[in-house]
């Protein structure tokens, strides 16, 4: 990948509960490489898949009234204007726009059912270098409780249209851009936890599932939802030694 269309999701990052040990965690879970940041940048810690930039992690603050959590972010042509736009439709602002030295300029908010999210806006630097192979982002998804809202939000704000898949069990819409498949919705439902927020989640392309949820195991991770087979291909939820939850699933077809 050399450019994320706007309206895509190009990064993910990790506020890490410990950035050592996330490190040796998703090192033998993806096999990537590190370059770490420097006490300036706040130790943001870069993730290589062979020479391809893939994620990156950084230190939770110990103060932080969050969890150890994946970070979503959108590609966008303007972080002021898409910041503007969210505040219109009903989302809340948690980080202004700000310049990331010469990398690119970012925001953080919230869509208008409490999700939270970024927007990046390149320059420097574009976003993940690689998508949909082993060890890099395959999907995304965004879980709310109200999930009709959050579909008409993402509309507005990034151009979108969606399709909402026909299977009764579960509320879910697909989000395209453009005509592609790029995100999904998901509404939790009433046998959800009430301490789980909504939150987006990623899911990471692995050559084996279930090889990849006995390693999760295997480092002191969670298999939340055992390996199951999909149309799209079999898939894992699991969760990091912190608690950060993400998906792996091995592809049936490249995207």
Same mark, same amino acid.
């Given at each position: 990948?050399?450019? +994320?269309?706007?309206?895509?999701?190009?990064?993910?990052? *990790?506020?890490?509960?410990?950035?050592?040990?996330?490190?040796?965690?998703?090192?033998?879970?993806?096999?990537?490489?590190?370059?770490?940041?420097?006490?300036?940048?706040?130790?943001?810690?870069?993730?290589?898949?062979?020479? +391809?930039?893939?994620?990156?992690?950084?230190?939770?603050?110990?103060?932080?009234?969050?969890?150890?959590?994946?970070?979503?972010?959108?590609?966008?042509?303007?972080?002021?204007?898409?910041?503007?736009? *969210?505040?219109?439709?009903? %989302?809340?602002?948690?980080?202004?726009?700000?310049?990331?030295?010469?990398?690119?300029?970012?925001?953080?908010?919230?869509?208008?059912?409490?999700?939270?999210? %970024?927007?990046?806006?390149?320059?420097?630097?574009?976003?993940?270098?690689?998508?949909?192979?082993?060890?890099?982002?395959?999907? +995304?998804?965004?879980?709310?409780?109200?999930?009709?809202?959050?579909?008409?939000?993402?509309?507005? *704000?990034?151009?979108?249209?969606?399709?909402?898949?026909?299977?009764?069990?579960?509320?879910?819409?697909?989000?395209?851009?453009? %005509?592609?498949?790029?995100?999904?919705?998901?509404?939790?439902?009433?046998?959800?936890?009430?301490?789980?927020?909504?939150?987006?989640?990623?899911?990471?392309?692995?050559?084996?599932?279930?090889?990849?949820?006995?390693?999760?195991?295997?480092?002191?991770?969670?298999?939340?939802?055992?390996?199951?087979?999909?149309?799209?291909?079999?898939?894992?939820?699991?969760?990091?030694? %912190?608690?950060?939850?993400?998906?792996?699933?091995?592809?049936?077809?490249?995207?």
């Amino acid at each position: 990948m050399t450019k +994320h269309a706007a309206g895509t999701v190009s990064w993910v990052d *990790l506020m890490a509960w410990d950035l050592a040990k996330a490190q040796d965690f998703y090192g033998a879970l993806f096999g990537w490489t590190f370059q770490e940041g420097s006490k300036e940048n706040g130790y943001y810690t870069m993730a290589f898949k062979g020479a +391809h930039p893939v994620a990156a992690m950084m230190p939770r603050p110990s103060d932080a009234p969050f969890p150890s959590t994946w970070n979503t972010y959108f590609a966008v042509e303007s972080v002021d204007r898409s910041v503007a736009r *969210l505040k219109e439709l009903g %989302g809340k602002v948690m980080m202004e726009p700000m310049d990331v030295m010469d990398a690119g300029r970012m925001a953080f908010g919230t869509d208008n059912t409490g999700t939270p999210f %970024g927007f990046w806006q390149p320059n420097q630097f574009g976003g993940a270098g690689l998508v949909s192979e082993p060890g890099a982002m395959a999907w +995304h998804e965004g879980k709310t409780y109200d999930g009709a809202k959050a579909v008409a939000f993402y509309k507005d *704000l990034f151009g979108m249209t969606a399709d909402k898949m026909p299977d009764e069990r579960m509320q879910y819409w697909v989000l395209k851009k453009d %005509g592609r498949e790029t995100a999904g919705v998901m509404q939790l439902d009433d046998k959800t936890s009430a301490n789980v927020p909504a939150h987006w989640m990623t899911t990471f392309s692995v050559a084996n599932t279930d090889q990849a949820a006995a390693t999760v195991t295997a480092k002191g991770g969670k298999v939340l939802m055992q390996p199951f087979d999909s149309p799209y291909g079999r898939i894992a939820i699991v969760a990091d030694p %912190g608690g950060a939850t993400f998906g792996v699933i091995s592809l049936a077809r490249p995207a």
